[in-house]
């Protein structure tokens, strides 16, 4: 309550009621709590309507074309953060009282699919890559083969824990642990740089520690373990520019040196082909600490390093505000390490921590080595973590200590054509531009994403079809793609509703004809709807089709004869109209569908479905059934 307030409340009795009014409006707006980061947000925002003071919230936003009023995103800016602004309006009968809230909407995410870079094992220590589309589930690619063999660029022999980074200067940088572990864990001597635009063909370099650092303490390493990169924003080039890629690892020498293993650090030149001094401290734990991994969280503005340590056992972390620290206080600027992340009692190693595609969702996995598979969890705040799952290793699939990135839906398809992957289908996405003024690319919050309209019907195989046609007594069985473990939502006749994504009906009659709607929800606030008709033949229960007003179903359209008395495939405007989703539309006088025919049925003219192409002379009507979701409908003649 303001100084003036409490004053004229000593003086009057109605002010002091008054101005106790205003301090409650003010203080259920202090009070607002939200279920987001505003300084970094990803998703929708829960508004409250009311305060806890029984007041009445409205609210109302600086830019409605980024978020609504009720804290909707509708759009994201490609390669930068959106500033909005939402103020809130607390009432009280005749009392208001308001408060601005600062958003800033996170960038757009141009990425569909993640890549795990990993070697599979010891007496296999080569390059594999396994696809997935939501972080944890992977499929291995190039049929279960290396991408990339050892003896062709390291001098071991041997590739061992790769890191990748997508930098901002447009490079994919991977790192490995020079090592063959058949000749021991203390015979690695340095470590393989390589360089790539595509992430399938590199440059590589290797940096042997005897040789780059002869004469000096560093040549007598008999450890360079896991090495890794990350983009120093703040390092000052000679040049006045700003950001480079440090490389850091553990490091053990055979001459008491370096004890045990301890993390250092340097920079790399500007080739990606060598570091540019002597490696610095950077930290340990008082006992052998490896496996380093840092990530930035910009909610809280820090570097989060986790890594693995012998002497206490787990995966634990470090923060620091700065990834350095002045000069002659290296190590200073961590934080106390936290106690143990990993969700088991197994033993661990090999801790690599990504972020969810446009969401505010981290993972840490890491390798349960004796034990024969990956670990996921997941956290909000790279702090808590709660198990996800085992990802077994088995197969063509048997992972180690590596790397997960996300790549988009161009990097993707360009994967799977170096390294053919057959039974992965990847995620799809496509995204409405909605606008490109100054520079400034923005894009719909929600993208366009492809269900395919898979159908089994009795003992048959899968088919691409959403316009069914059974006979009584049939099992019929919806499973639509993608399959990544998203949200469905079904609806239908006689009440049917479902939240998997396949669905079977048995022992089928007429009471079960109708429209099956499906909503394929892959993030939240962004759904995709794939509608299925079912008719069973039934005489006692003959389908009749519903009414429903601004219908999405194709209606009966016309089309001209052609010459050879068959269909002409051709709509031309002043013939009966055709609909895509309930809209009229003609391009160049010509309605163009586009899409793979998957199925073709004839109907006479009053609608009832014929058995087969008509022979019998007359007016029929062709519908053909697209993979696209939509149908071409056409009038034609027999004679």
Not at 397 to 417: D, N, Q, S, W, Y
Request: aromatic share 12%; proline share 5%.
């Amino acid at each position: 309550m303001s100084k003036s307030c409490f004053l004229y409340g000593l003086a009057f009795l109605a002010g002091t009621v008054s101005c106790f009014a205003q301090a409650s409006l003010e203080s259920d707006l202090n009070s607002i709590k939200f279920n987001s980061h505003l300084n970094n947000l990803y998703e929708d925002l829960t508004l409250p309507a009311k305060g806890a003071s029984g007041s009445t919230i409205t609210w109302k936003s600086s830019d409605p074309s980024y978020m609504t009023d009720a804290g909707h995103i509708v759009a994201k800016d490609i390669g930068a953060a959106h500033h909005v602004t939402l103020t809130a309006t607390a009432t009280s009968g005749d009392k208001s009282g308001t408060k601005t809230f600062d958003i800033y909407i996170h960038e757009h995410e141009p990425y569909t699919n993640y890549l795990f870079a990993y070697f599979p094992a010891n007496n296999n220590e080569n390059i594999y890559y396994a696809l997935s589309r939501d972080g944890y589930n992977f499929t291995p690619m190039n049929g279960g083969n290396r991408v990339i063999a050892a003896d062709s660029v390291s001098i071991k022999k041997g590739l061992r824990d790769p890191h990748v980074l997508r930098a901002p200067d447009g490079w994919f940088y991977m790192v490995h642990t020079d090592m063959k572990s058949a000749e021991g864990w203390s015979s690695n001597r340095g470590m393989v740089f390589m360089k790539s635009k595509d992430l399938i063909n590199w440059k590589h370099a290797t940096i042997h520690f005897p040789d780059r650092y002869k004469g000096k303490n560093f040549a007598n390493v008999t450890r360079v373990w896991a090495p890794e990169t990350v983009w120093d924003y703040g390092y000052e080039n000679k040049d006045g520019s700003k950001g480079r890629i440090m490389v850091y690892f553990s490091l053990l020498t055979d001459y008491g040196t370096i004890t045990y293993d301890k993390v250092y650090y340097q920079y790399a030149n500007d080739d990606f082909t060598d570091l540019l001094g002597d490696p610095i401290y950077f930290f340990d734990r008082g006992s052998a600490t490896i496996d380093m991994d840092i990530v930035y969280n910009p909610n809280d503005s820090l570097y989060h390093a986790f890594f693995k340590n012998e002497g206490q056992g787990g995966i634990c972390k470090v923060t620091a505000k700065t990834l350095t620290a002045p000069a002659g206080k290296e190590g200073s600027q961590w934080s106390k390490p936290s106690g143990t992340l990993q969700q088991t009692t197994e033993a661990v190693e090999g801790a690599g921590v990504f972020k969810l595609i446009n969401k505010d969702s981290w993972i840490l996995m890491y390798d349960c080595y004796n034990n024969g598979h990956y670990q996921f969890t997941s956290s909000p705040d790279l702090s808590t973590f709660k198990f996800v799952q085992n990802t077994e290793m088995k197969g063509a699939f048997t992972p180690r200590h590596g790397t997960v990135l996300p790549i988009t839906a161009e990097e993707t398809a360009a994967l799977m054509k170096a390294f053919p992957t057959s039974d992965f289908e990847p995620f799809v996405a496509k995204y409405d531009t909605i606008s490109n003024a100054g520079g400034k690319v923005t894009v719909s919050a929600c993208p366009h994403v492809d269900v395919v309209p898979y159908v089994k019907v009795g003992d048959n195989g899968w088919e691409e079809l959403t316009d069914l046609n059974v006979k009584v007594g049939e099992t019929v069985q919806f499973g639509p793609h993608p399959w990544d473990g998203k949200d469905w939502k079904w609806t239908g006749p006689a009440d049917f509703s479902a939240t998997t994504r396949e669905v079977t009906l048995k022992n089928l009659d007429g009471t079960k004809s109708g429209y099956y709607t499906v909503s394929y929800i892959y993030s939240p606030g962004c759904e995709t709807k794939v509608k299925y008709k079912l008719v069973v033949d039934d005489p006692s229960h003959p389908f009749v089709e519903p009414v429903v007003e601004d219908s999405t179903e194709e209606q009966p359209g016309g089309s001209q004869q052609g010459d050879d008395g068959k269909d002409s495939g051709e709509i031309h405007p002043g013939d009966s109209s055709a609909s895509i989703n309930g809209v009229e539309t003609f391009a160049g006088g010509r309605l163009e569908f586009g899409g793979k025919r998957v199925q073709v049925l004839y109907y006479s003219v009053g609608g009832m479905l014929m058995q087969g192409k008509p022979t019998a002379a007359g007016v029929y009507i062709r519908k053909e059934y697209l993979n696209n979701g939509l149908a071409k409908v056409t009038r034609i003649r027999v004679q």
